[in-house]
């Protein structure tokens, strides 16, 4: 690969004749190695060092910037590195420690790495990848740059697990679209929470003319189409005890019969599975069988719900946005609307986010901006309890009514008082001191009150001036 390139630097005494015998390897085998300084271009470094300290760990959370770019650490084989200190490197951000006193040896692990880092993130700009994802957080950057060099780089089968509408079939898609086969065929996608325990058989494996009633002609299963390609089975934690063990056999086998018939047919595919149930903890249980789940989980991934990942609401919320007005300018997003988006709570996730940029834009008229007043009414937030928020059109509307049936202005305001003072003490079950509080009045005011014959916890008096009230 051409133009490898990385930084070198040197942290808490590694020794610098063995930092320049690094430099001079890595530029054997083609690799440019530039001082780190403000302005440098590579994401690839190379931090040598010979003990772990504070001040290295430090310097790799600094110079991963949260894990945007990787860093190699290369342990000086004077020092002392134990198996824990490894493990906070990589917490504190390195993507990998080598300790090897041969320093071309390591120049030549540093090297492949940084060629395949490389190609990932060639393959990552892409149009046909990066219009499938737009997220820019740091976690959902470095989630998708791992499936896709797992994707690249192995035929592992991959377990994708989530919540509902988080994009697990997206990453199949992204899979699929990255495997490196170059002869594969299609990707054929199953959804496991619509096969019935009766024609699960004929769904997975096909069935002959005749095999049972209503089969009129010869049928391919999934696993005969997925024959050469990538088979996605969605939701996989749907699927019945009886109907892993079907799918087991043939997983392993790589082979199947169809219903009705005594061939085997063998099959050849990349499977890929996914679930928003915890798989494990259905394998503890018994609900699911842990030679299947072993046998597909060769690669396991997480995508994060989007409350863990507040940075992508607003790239994703644009991005909905262009592709609702795919023959036009999109319209930008207000500043209270993107206020709106980044505070409320998405139980659905992405496909949640993406029916709340829908529904601003049915409302949208005009060119330039989707103001507040394009968020549905029964969408707006919850008003802060010391705002008059409860002076609107529902508080307005009985309001109107009693002026037009003759009631005055005195006789409003005492209506209000009383079904107030009714329904906090209704709500407080008769404990006038909690009511008080409540209402910003003494307990001693509501005593009073019924001394006076006036109501508090029975239903509101009517007809007081022949006037009847809600």
């Avoid at 650490?73 to 917490?91: E, F, I, N």
Wanted: proline share 4%.
């Amino acid at each position: 690969m051409q133009n490898v390139s990385c930084w070198l630097h040197t942290v808490n005494g590694a020794s610098e004749p063995r930092q320049g015998d690094l430099t001079k390897s890595l530029a054997k085998r083609g690799v440019k190695v530039e001082p780190l300084q403000s302005g440098t271009l590579t994401h690839f470094g190379v931090c040598t060092f010979c003990i772990n300290t504070p001040e290295l760990r430090g310097f790799l959370r600094h110079a991963t910037r949260g894990g945007e770019d990787r860093v190699i650490a290369v342990a000086d084989p004077r020092g002392s590195l134990g198996g824990q200190a490894c493990w906070d490197l990589l917490q504190a951000g390195a993507s990998d420690v080598l300790v090897n006193p041969d320093h071309d040896q390591v120049a030549e692990e540093i090297k492949s790495r940084i060629e395949r880092w490389q190609c990932v993130d060639q393959l990552l700009k892409e149009p046909s990848i990066s219009s499938l994802f737009v997220a820019k957080s740091h976690l959902s950057r470095a989630i998708v740059r791992d499936i896709v060099d797992i994707a690249r780089f192995s035929t592992a089968n991959v377990l994708i697990l989530g919540e509902t509408g988080t994009g697990k079939e997206i990453v199949a898609k992204l899979i699929h679209l990255v495997d490196s086969r170059p002869d594969k065929r299609d990707l054929v996608i199953l959804d496991c929470s619509t096969v019935v325990q009766e024609l699960s058989g004929s769904e997975f494996f096909g069935h002959e003319r005749g095999a049972f009633t209503g089969a009129i002609t010869e049928r391919h299963g999934a696993f005969a189409l997925a024959n050469g390609g990538t088979l996605f089975l969605d939701e996989i934690g749907e699927l019945s005890l009886p109907l892993q063990a079907q799918l087991l056999r043939a997983v392993q086998e790589g082979a199947y019969k169809r219903v009705g018939g005594n061939t085997w047919r063998r099959s050849q595919f990349r499977l890929l599975c996914a679930t928003n149930r915890d798989l494990w903890n259905l394998v503890r249980k018994g609900e699911f069988r842990a030679d299947l789940y072993y046998r597909i989980a060769g690669f396991v991934t997480r995508l994060p719900p989007l409350r863990e990942r507040h940075e992508d609401i607003i790239p994703l919320a644009e991005h909905f946005l262009r592709q609702a007005c795919p023959n036009c300018a999109a319209p930008k997003l207000d500043e209270a609307v993107r206020d709106y988006l980044l505070r409320r709570e998405y139980p659905g996730n992405v496909r949640d986010l993406q029916q709340a940029v829908l529904r601003l834009t049915y409302r949208h008229a005009g060119q330039r901006s989707l103001s507040i007043g394009c968020i549905p009414p029964e969408e707006w937030p919850v008003c802060d309890p010391s705002e008059n928020c409860w002076l609107d059109l529902h508080f307005e509307g009985p309001i109107k009514r009693a002026v037009g049936l003759g009631a005055g202005l005195k006789e409003i305001g005492r209506a209000a008082e009383d079904v107030a003072i009714r329904c906090v003490t209704e709500e407080e079950e008769g404990n006038l001191q909690r009511a008080a509080r409540r209402l910003g009045v003494t307990d001693r005011a509501l005593q009073l009150r019924r001394a006076n014959g006036r109501p508090i916890d029975q239903g509101l008096l009517t007809n007081r001036t022949n006037h009847h009230f809600p």
